[in-house]
């Protein structure tokens, strides 16, 4: 499975920005899409995930109400929506696959390369 994220910048507190995760290669290894962010120093940290065939998706609390997951199954993409950002928000966003089921884990066995995203207040 190979994964390309886009779609990061520089936006300012309560502005919004929409990232791009387009796969290739999925497997049923791959059934769950997920979104996780990392500040230099800190542990990676789980921000969603959706279900490629259920649509089923699940958050973290820092980000629910603000941020949407989406799939486009024929696109083979996956988008994360950011609304309402916040300086806190500013990190390298991952996308990455794996199977099972929805849910907090920050354990996936496929990655893309991150993308910047910066929030200035």
């Known amino acids: 499975v190979q994964l390309q994220a886009s779609g990061g910048g520089l936006v300012q507190a309560g502005g919004f920005l929409r990232l791009s995760c387009a796969a290739s290669?999925?497997?049923?290894?791959?059934?769950?899409m997920g979104w996780l962010r990392q500040v230099p120093g800190k542990e990676r940290e789980f921000v969603a995930c959706?279900?490629?065939?259920?649509?089923?998706?699940y958050y973290a609390d820092s980000v629910k109400g603000r941020f949407t997951i989406s799939r486009d199954n024929a696109m083979d993409t996956v988008y994360l929506q950011m609304n309402s950002l916040k300086p806190e928000d500013t990190a390298v966003y991952y996308c990455a696959a794996r199977g099972g089921a929805v849910g907090r884990t920050t354990r996936y066995d496929y990655w893309g390369q991150g993308t910047l995203v910066t929030v200035s207040s």
């Open positions: 959706i279900g490629w065939n259920s649509g089923l998706t």
């Open positions: 290669g999925r497997t049923s290894s791959s059934t769950i």
